[in-house]
């Protein structure tokens, strides 16, 4: 899979931030798209860093890693970085001296344990853990309910222990950066299981992770996450995207993913699954009037939607199976538009259950 990136360069200009999206994770054009949109900006734009929707701490590993010899176990969270697209995306990169990080939070939001396992490399954390190990699980929604079930103070005991801990972190550790950062994520985390949905912690926490890659010297950032993040607006929500187009400006680059046809995995109520959900492949809908994928037809196409603003154009998207509404041009700068997706291998899960 290949589109023409004739004008490409123009289109993105003098941008510092760059995101691109997907309408759905686990989609093997995608993964080549995205391939071929980041070779091109690494050695035309000079971007040096790539920052994915995955865990910060399992990403160190990749961090780590130059990109010969084995991918690295582990490294990624949503069961990422298994197929063999997304392996070749990132062994480009690291052998091309592109920086890695995770953008997000760690353990699938359902556990502590992968930040706190380095972090006591630097310092006692056994309390934080002792109260983290309670709600943690291998699976999101167990986690999160696990979590609403903890005593009140239970809860509030492991606020005080991270606050305590990253007090310690910037008095005696002030040099370990990376470390620090997993411990900020970890707070945020803290405070995403506490805090009203409506606030969208998860995001802040994203947007967090692009300033810190920014403090380390990098000044021309790519970032891969769901186009529901990358958003420039989101209606009723501050998502990644919003946070981004506040702090840059034009210099902010929303590039969303999308299909005319294919094949999607999207997610079902799996209540008998350990994670309480599945994803399945489901062919797509055929784009609906209105729709961005009717505007720009069937043919492979990097769309500049920025003259539609201001004006009547697409008021939809496809968002994994469905459609989110919205004026289109409004939250992204460019759509990609392919012909045709299908799943990855790991976009079709049973939601942990022992059988097939």
Known sequence: MNISLSGFGDLVGDARVVALGESAHHVREYDLVRHQLLQFLVEEKGFTALLMESGFSEGLALTAWDGSGPFPEGAMTYRFGRNPEMQHLLGWARRHGVAFYGLDLPGDLASMSPALDHLANFDNIDGVR???????????????????AMPQEDRDALTVALAELSARFA????GAAEARHELRLLVLLDQMLRAD???NVRDAAMAETVDWVRGQGHRKIVVAAANTHIQRVFPGLDVLGSHLAAAF???????????HGGVTPTRRPAPD????????????PAPVPGSVEDFLGPRPVVADLRPLRGRRGPDRVRLLDTWLEGPVAEAYDLIVNLPEISPTPEGVWNGGRRHP
């Open 130 to 148: 002792r109260h983290a190990d309670k709600f943690a699980s291998a699976y999101t929604m167990p986690a999160l309910a696990a979590y609403r």
């Open 197 to 199: 949905p409506s606030l």
């Open 273 to 284: 699954a350990p994670a309480g959900a599945e994803t399945v492949a489901v062919p797509l």
């Open 249 to 259: 400006g034009d210099d902010y680059l929303a590039v969303g993913l999308t299909a």
């Open 171 to 174: 008095v005696r550790h002030r």
